[in-house]
């Protein structure tokens, strides 16, 4: 890159990694179900609740003004003071709940934080498309975002207990502690080399309407996040409400979901790399559509012997549906857009995804007050010389209509992701062949390090040859493993 600084891609992607640990930290401790926790325990009205859960959708509108200046001015620069702004507001949040002043002010200061986060996204993405090679994207974005989805999980689990011990006090150390970690994650970012624009003018956000299988994709995923969205919001209700179980089991079974998603972020970065974002893109609203299905057989028509491990399989589910995507998308958005006129791609892609999250959240409040008292029932009725049985068949009540309705238009999404054309990449069936060989190949490697002896390893080794690779030779590479050595030649640049 002549004219250019140099850039140290291996010191930016090691302090990248880094922020990526003290950011999802900081993240996890700032999730909509915390605050609501909070507007709930100084008793908020509900709809004050629900217009503070709508902020994070709502302030991701300012990307669209943020883009236009991306790429005229510093993006490493705009990223770094708008973050300052948003993580500074998060130590006043933990003063105003400290000093139990009034409401307004603690929504005030949350609304700052998600507007200036939001403002330091365009730059940002359009920052790293430009850094990160194409050629480890995807298995670098899976391996930052697991390692920070482990660490968080840990930081959870600990203000669990400490929420257990002191109640509602928690609240100013836990903002302070998110304050805390957005600062050293700050620190990090600081030490990411700049990469300049490589040409500069006049932004258009119009561009990316021209570009037809631009749009293809964003119909595709917007419709997801519809879909999703739809449904995801009232998981825990129904957990709480009709299945009668404690929130520890809510807060169990998220554990099992925060487990399942560095799991696959484990391997699913390197298939992205190998065989394409979009199939795994697909796959996983697939792996959505089976778990919003699986919810309406937990009860029959009430809680059964099979309800547990029902919840457990769709959390598993949830762990892939909920991290993989994201990355995907990053990814797909970087191979279709421009180099150095990446953010307008970005902006509107999270902006129309967030308005079509945004109305199925809304959606799926009315829906389901529509279905609150609707019932569907099929029943087997078994008479003989020893008595009658009825066998449950089906039964669908309250919020399964809604979990049916955000299954079926996640299927209609699918339809039109596979309308976008994205380069190089296989079909869906090869994608799965290799998700099921790499999960197959660690339970086998479990297995074998703990000396348990594989069964049925006939049809084992049968799979394993029709899916292309040796039983005998496990040779499946996590993306867990320490990143690749950065060629020379990638060290003048990007």
């Known amino acids: 890159m002549d004219g250019e600084e140099e850039i140290d891609l291996d010191r930016s992607l090691r302090n990248l990694l880094f922020d990526g640990l003290a950011s999802q930290i900081m993240f996890s401790l700032l999730t909509v179900s915390i ?10 009205s509900p709809l004050l609740i629900g217009l503070v859960a709508a902020t994070p959708y709502l302030s991701q509108l300012v990307q669209i003004p943020s883009a236009i200046f991306a790429e005229k001015f510093s993006r490493k620069k705009l990223s770094l003071v708008s973050n300052a702004v948003s993580r500074i507001s998060l130590l006043a949040m933990a003063f105003a709940v400290l000093s139990a002043s009034d409401l307004v002010m603690f929504i005030a200061f949350f609304a700052i934080y998600n507007v200036f986060k939001e403002i330091s996204t365009a730059p940002w993405s359009s920052w790293m498309r430009d850094l990160i090679p194409d050629s480890i994207r995807g298995q670098y974005y899976s391996t930052r975002m697991a390692y920070g989805k482990l660490v968080s999980l840990y930081a959870v689990l600990a203000f669990t207990v400490i929420f257990n011990l002191l109640g509602s006090a928690t609240f100013p150390l836990l903002f302070s502690t998110a304050f805390i970690a957005g600062m050293v994650s700050l620190y990090f970012i600081n030490g990411i080399d700049d990469v300049k624009v490589g040409k500069t003018g006049r932004r258009s956000l119009k561009a990316p309407l021209k570009n037809r299988n631009f749009l293809k994709l964003i119909s595709g995923t917007s419709l ?6 739809l449904a995801l919001p009232f998981y825990s209700v129904y957990i709480i409400a009709v299945l009668k179980y404690p929130v520890w089991i809510v807060i169990a079974l998220t554990a099992v979901s925060q487990l399942s998603s560095i799991y696959f972020l484990r391997i699913s970065g390197r298939i992205m790399d190998r065989f394409g974002n979009r199939p795994v893109l697909a796959l996983s609203f697939t792996a959505f559509s089976i778990a919003a299905f699986l919810f309406t057989f937990t009860t029959m028509p009430e809680r059964h012997l099979f309800t547990l491990p029902l919840l ?27 180099k150095g006129s990446s953010a307008s791609y970005y902006a509107l892609n999270y902006v129309i995804n967030s308005v079509f999250g945004a109305a199925g959240s809304l959606t799926g409040g009315i829906v389901a007050s529509f279905f609150v008292s609707a019932n569907f029932a099929v029943k087997i009725d078994i008479e003989s010389s020893l008595g009658f049985l009825e066998v449950p068949a089906l039964h669908f009540a309250s919020y399964d209509f809604l979990f049916l309705i955000s299954a079926a238009i996640s299927l209609a999404a699918i339809k039109m992701l596979r309308l976008f054309d994205e380069e190089n990449a296989k079909d869906e069936q090869t994608v799965k062949v290799e998700m099921k060989r790499a999960v197959i190949t660690d339970i086998c490697s479990l297995m074998t390090a703990m000396h348990i002896p594989l069964p049925n390893t006939s049809n084992y080794v049968k799979f394993a040859n029709q899916s292309g690779f040796s039983a005998l030779s496990l040779n499946y590479q996590p993306s867990l493993e320490p990143l690749p050595s950065i060629p020379e030649d990638l060290n003048k640049g990007s």
């Open 224 to 229: 997801w996040r519809f879909a999703s969205e």
């Open 35 to 44: 605050i609501s926790s909070y507007l709930a325990s100084r008793n908020a």
């Open 312 to 338: 457990v399989v769709i959390y598993v589910l949830d762990g892939f549906y909920t991290s993989v995507p994201g990355i995907a998308l990053m990814n797909v958005v970087a191979k279709i857009s421009p």
